[in-house]
């Protein structure tokens, strides 16, 4: 179980690291909510390893918690974006404070 | 009994480690991908496929049903939400032109020339299905 244990840990490790670079690297504010949930998802993933490696279910609880609040931290962030956009005149929300689109900045849309 | 354990073990070990490798292959999707709908597509791997495999390696594990029913729930519930949250981001990342159109194979919501104003012959396809006309109050 000891091989199990590191190798398990260290994948997971690799997958969040990866997620902290997307979330640090942007561009835009959808990709570090997808990043954000990822990761997350990883943390909960890495929570229920380690219930299961060490047969621990006080861990169990805290899973139903992060779960929860995975799904309502990106729905809530997709409806305040949704909502500046339905409030701009323009209609892609640069007048009500929203950067301009990754796509547009690249020049390619 | 004791061979069952160790079959179990394995078995066991065997989700625990492909759910931590979807979770290594979202991380790498998530760098690599060019835009925010490819990048949701990586995302959401672990989310569902790889969060069961590693419910279903500890519900393994974990002795007593209180445990096992409570993964069940997590189970459940993020296969509940997962399809939820993806289309509420995936809806404003299309109205935020944070994807790149360039690559998509078929744009339905796509319905005319770029760049024209909406409403007058139709939507154009990216603003809000609930927006105000364009002309009227407000």
Known sequence: ????????????????????????????????????????????????????????????????????????????????????????????????????????REGRS | MRMLEAVADVVAAGCLLTGAFLCLTAGLGLLRFPDVLSRMHAGTKPQVLGVLLVMVGAAIRLHGWSATWMLLLVAVFSLLTAPVSAHMISRVAYRRRHVRRDLLVVDELHTGAPGRPAGKDGPVGDEPADARPSGGPG
Not at chain 1, 37 to 50: E, M
């Open chain 1, 1 to 104: 179980m000891t091989v199990v244990s590191v190798l398990a840990y260290a994948l997971l490790a690799a997958g969040a690291v990866l997620a902290l670079v997307r979330l640090a690297l942007g561009p835009s504010l959808l990709d570090r909510v997808v990043a954000t949930d990822t990761l997350l998802v990883i943390i909960s993933a890495g929570l229920a390893v380690y219930a299961a490696l060490e047969r621990d279910p006080t861990l169990v609880p805290v899973l139903v918690v992060v779960a929860l609040l995975a799904f309502v931290g990106s729905v809530s962030i997709a409806r305040y974006v949704g909502g500046m956009l339905l409030e701009s005149a323009t209609g892609d929300g640069r007048d009500v404070g929203l950067p301009v689109a990754a796509e547009e």
